[in-house]
């Protein structure tokens, strides 16, 4: 029976990791050390393409203002938390990509939403993600297991670029007929903004149901 339970904790383990892991496993994730991992890569066409990613743990926190005020204090928030403002003093490690949840807002709400920003825990933290300090506006997240949409971009994250190719990509699902969740896109971020040299960012559609495919290059 202890050989059988201990199998089974190990391969929860190894699941767990299996999600975060070593950004050498991703040619454009370049800044951290781990990353996240997609299970698989269903199919791509040039900038576009549907990726599997099983379940996993991030920090997050969130503002109900502007897109550039909320961004700020977000990251300001979740940085103090992966710098010792959590249970045990942690020090974490940052990982790629920092994903923002940026919901669609009527031009008559002037830009004022709730805004959403996630770090990804490191594969250390996976399974037992260190507790927020008491008076944190931070708390842990679990994404599901889900299928999305991508797309990737040479540029630095700005609001107009991410609206930009969040656009672009909302354009083209609809011209293949695809079925996602539109009531907010993903920005996924692998770059600090002001990195000089090649850049690589993403915005992501969560797929509802089965995805379509653009096509094979």
Partial sequence: MFCVSGLVVFMLVLTAEARVGSSSELEFCTDTEECLLYKQQICKKGEYEVRHYESAKWASTNRTTTFEIAAFF???????????????????EMTSPVVMTIPEVPQTNLGIAMYEMSFLLPSEYQMNPPKPSKDSRVYITETPNRKVYVKNYNESFWKETDKGQADSLS???????????????????????????????????????????????
């Fill in 74 to 92: 977000c990251f300001h928030d979740l940085f103090k938390y992966i710098r010792g403002e959590n249970d045990g003093g942690h020090d974490i």
């Fill in 171 to 217: 354009n083209k699902l609809d011209s293949i007929g695809a079925n996602f969740k539109r009531q907010a896109h993903h920005a996924a971020v692998y770059n600090h903004p002001f990195k000089m040299g090649k850049k690589h960012n993403e915005v992501w559609f969560v797929a509802e149901g089965e995805p379509v495919c653009f096509g094979e290059d």
